[in-house]
């Protein structure tokens, strides 16, 4: 997700680590996150909790580490640290502040923009399916056709989703609803030397396609069915034909007759 701070020294190390952490390729979606909302205790309430080595991965964050660690343990807690950050930003961009500073990341397109046709490039939000960490990666989100896509670059695609929520997008539109562009509504029409595929050759093939799921379903359950278009009436004769007659009524005729002849010998 991010380069390993490694061509500068330990004073810059600590001393930058906020802009080394945004600066870095993979980290393009991130925010900065002012220094007052890091320090505010109640903006970091549970974190402590879900973040290993969590005190010094604070003070690394915040620009006040010191700490003579072996390689190992400072390799924690930068990941550590990396995810404290993560944890704060989802918290961070739906603040007044943090919902400026994306707007204007927005506005530029820094999250891309719109692999669909029909949206002429409309910028994305990146956006997580799940506030839980470790669930699922970050998604871009086209407010345009209300879709959800994956992040072209592997770097952001590794990204976990948790550090944006799954609430920043829809809060956005909601505290900038002159940005909610309008819904796309266009649909490609498949066309034939100019002229639209007619919607009966649509609905047959997908009546054929039905079938054939539904043969499978069946066969896979045991059950054998049969339909008309399965049996062979080359092979019959005409005079087979003719003794079968699903409209034949002529049984309930006489009946009728029968019936009505006893009722008049019983005036």
């Given at each position: ?7 500068e ?31 505010d ?48 930003h ?36 990146p ?12 998604k ?66 997908w ?61």
């Amino acid at each position: 997700m991010m380069e390993d701070f490694n061509s500068e020294t330990d004073s810059d190390y600590t001393s930058y680590w906020r802009d080394w952490f945004i600066s870095s390729r993979g980290n393009e979606y991130f925010c900065e996150i002012d220094e007052e909302y890091l320090t505010d205790r109640f903006n970091l309430t549970g974190l402590n909790t879900e973040v290993p080595y969590y005190q010094y991965a604070l003070d690394l964050v915040t620009d006040v580490f010191d700490l003579d660690a072996d390689d190992d343990l400072r390799e924690q807690i930068e990941k550590s640290a990396r995810h404290l950050y993560g944890l704060v930003h989802a918290r961070y961009i739906v603040t007044t502040r943090g919902l400026s500073k994306m707007l204007d990341k927005y506005k530029r397109g820094d999250f891309g923009k719109c692999p669909r046709v029909m949206c002429d490039g409309h910028p994305l939000l990146p956006m997580g399916q799940h506030d839980i960490p470790n669930m699922s990666t970050v998604k871009l989100f086209c407010a345009k056709c209300e879709d959800i896509y994956n992040p072209k670059s592997s770097r952001h695609a590794s990204i976990d989703g948790a550090y944006f929520g799954s609430s920043f997008h829809s809060i956005l539109f909601q505290v900038y609803p002159a940005l909610d562009p309008e819904k796309s509504v266009r649909r490609y029409e498949p066309r034939i030397f100019g002229f639209r595929v007619h919607a009966s050759a649509a609905l047959a093939r997908w009546q054929d396609r039905y079938r054939s799921d539904m043969i499978e379903r069946l066969e896979g359950a045991g059950i054998e069915v049969k339909y008309l278009e399965d049996f062979d009436f080359e092979g019959e004769s005409e005079d087979e034909e003719d003794d079968f007659d699903p409209l034949d009524t002529r049984g309930e005729e006489v009946v009728g007759d029968t019936a009505s002849g006893r009722m008049d010998l019983g005036n």
